[in-house]
């Protein structure tokens, strides 16, 4: 395939929408989905339905993983199985013969696992991506009944993932390249149908499956819509679009009709739920529209994220992650410079998030304090230890001691993050925190993990 860098023409009709586990996995909601591909079909576009797993099917394959370490895996196969026919069954489908493929390759995954007494990272991808080939099948299946042919296909063959240092994150969190594509975008177009495919999973250039981090489907239906040069990319989820605070957590939080892509990408990043932290850049680099709808309220504008932003309020959020890992570096003064042994700060940091990635840490903020770098992260891999556990404690305490105990780890912080930049910050909320920064238009607040949320909502009710 070639890939071109020229621009389009402004006449491009492609339409991405991203249904989310919690929306494939009711059975009303495809009546939703059915009908917005048959309204941009009649509207002269051509859908593209990317889909997530069934709700909580990740979760259960990665499971399973460890069910196969154990060779206990025929049962957790066959209740997959059930629950993949008995969800068919309730959209009055019978589709054995499609998904017996994919679940023959769990179990010859499974058994590989079992032979060799090793989880390697390939296997993982291989088997945790399945639940999104089960779903696409189902849905493939689903807008063939409803008269509507669909063209069903494989994520991997357009998604081409780069190279990573480290292979838990090659395979598990990678990237992707979405640099618009002639070629596909035109083999596309020639079909009659909307097309059908898998979010979160992704090929290398071995052609091995990848995945791209978890809830990484928003991410996949970003390159898609960069790669196919998209009219508007749309998130269908469980909320009427983005709020000013979790609507979950946080009482009285307010709808945010419009954001910038810089905004979106602040919120994502720093804890908000919504989106994925990658999935904002490739909209913006091509300067296309994202839109955050809900699939059970289908007539609600929800929200758009582009370049123009409706919302001005200094204030337009307060996002928080309650179970953080702080970092202190200590840069300056002798005593650090000898204990890192002539390191500059430059190979320090390097060599620190080398070791944080691969213990599954992501970092969330890095901030240059007088004589101390801070360095937050949030624990992100989803098949290792929980942040809490012995064993990850006693890893952080092995990296301390590598470095000469030139630094120090906090893993009791919440971030509480607020977006665009206030007047002030209450005075007895700063009272409570451990530590405030401000960079870039931004305030961060540390605080103790057992008093992040009533600490946000105390910002919130304040502040917003």
Same mark, same amino acid.
């Given at each position: 395939?070639?890939? !071109? ?35 941009? !079909? ?14 909580n099917?990740?979760n259960?394959l990665?499971?399973?993983? &460890?069910?196969?370490l154990?060779?206990v ?6 209740? !997959? ?5 008995? %969800?068919a069954?309730k ?6 013969? @499609? ?5 023959e390759?769990?179990?010859?995954? /499974?058994?590989a696992? *079992? ?14 991506? /399945?639940?999104?080939?089960l779903s ?16 069903? %296909? ?7 993932a780069?190279? &990573?240092?480290?292979e ?8 992707c390249?979405?640099?618009?594509? #002639? ?5 596309? $177009? ?6 059908i495919t ?7 250039? /071995? ?7 978890? #809830? ?5 239906? =970003? ?15 469980d ?6 605070s ?14 910038s ?10 804890? +908000?739920?919504?989106? &994925?932290?990658?999935a904002?850049?490739p ?11 809900c699939? =059970?309220e289908?007539? &609600? ?15 337009? +959020?307060?996002? *928080?992650?309650? #179970?953080t ?12 410079? @000898? ?16 070791? $944080?990635?691969?213990?599954?840490y ?11 770098? *801070? ?16 064993s ?13 105990? =030139?630094?120090?780890?906090?893993? =009791?912080i919440g ?23 401000? #960079?870039?238009d931004?305030? %961060? ?6 008093? /992040?949320?009533k ?10």
């Open positions: 395939m070639t890939d !071109l860098t020229t621009i389009f023409s402004e006449e491009t009709n492609f339409i991405v929408l991203k249904f989310g586990g919690s929306s494939v996995a009711e059975v009303n909601h495809w009546d939703t989905i059915a009908s917005q591909a048959q309204y941009h !079909l009649e509207q002269g576009n051509k859908p593209v339905l990317v889909l997530s797993a069934l709700k099917v990740s259960l990665e499971a399973l993983l &460890h069910q196969a154990a060779g895996h025929p049962n957790a196969i066959t209740h !997959l199985k059930e629950l993949h026919l008995g %969800f069954a959209l009055s489908l019978a589709i054995l013969d @499609k998904l017996t493929p994919v679940f390759r769990i179990e010859i995954e /499974c058994e696992i *079992y032979s060799s007494q090793e989880i390697s990272p390939k296997r993982h991808a291989a088997i945790v991506s /399945c639940g999104e080939l696409t099948l189902i849905g493939e299946a689903y807008l063939t009944k409803a008269g509507l042919n669909p063209l069903w %296909f494989d994520a991997r063959e357009i998604l081409k780069t190279n &990573h240092s480290d838990w994150h090659h395979y598990t969190s990678a990237q390249n979405y640099t618009a594509n #002639e070629q596909v975008r035109q083999k596309l $177009l020639g079909q009659d149908g909307p097309l898998q979010g979160f999973i992704a090929s290398d250039e /071995c052609g091995d499956t990848v995945l791209l981090g978890r #809830e990484g489907s928003d991410t996949s239906a =970003s390159y898609f819509g960069a790669i196919l040069n998209a009219a508007e990319v749309q998130i269908w989820t909320v009427t679009g983005i709020f000013s979790n609507p979950r957590e946080i009482n009285n939080t307010q709808a945010i009709q419009s954001l892509y810089e905004q979106a990408n602040q919120m994502a990043r720093l804890g +908000a739920k919504v989106l &994925h932290p990658r904002v850049t909209a913006q680099k091509n300067n296309i529209p994202l839109r955050v709808k699939t =059970s289908p007539d &609600h504008p929800g929200t758009l994220i582009s370049n123009e932003l409706l919302n001005e309020q200094a204030l337009t +959020a307060i996002v *928080y992650e309650p #179970e890992t702080l970092i202190k570096v200590l840069s300056k003064s002798d005593d650090s410079e @000898k204990k890192l042994e002539n390191n500059s700060k430059e190979q320090t940091v390097s060599r620190l998030s080398s070791i $944080l990635n691969a213990l599954g992501d970092p969330l903020l890095n901030s240059q304090q007088q004589d101390t770098l *801070y360095s937050i992260w949030i624990y992100a891999n989803s098949d290792q230890p929980k942040m809490n556990d012995q990850l404690k006693e890893r952080l305490q092995d990296v301390v001691e590598e470095f000469n105990n =030139s630094l120090s780890v906090d893993s =009791s971030l509480i993050s607020l977006i665009g930049h206030p007047d002030k910050v209450p005075q007895e909320v700063s009272e409570q925190s451990r530590l405030k920064l401000v #960079e870039n931004l305030t %961060f607040l540390m605080v103790d993990s057992k008093d /992040c949320l600490i946000a909502q105390k910002l919130h009710d304040q502040l917003i």
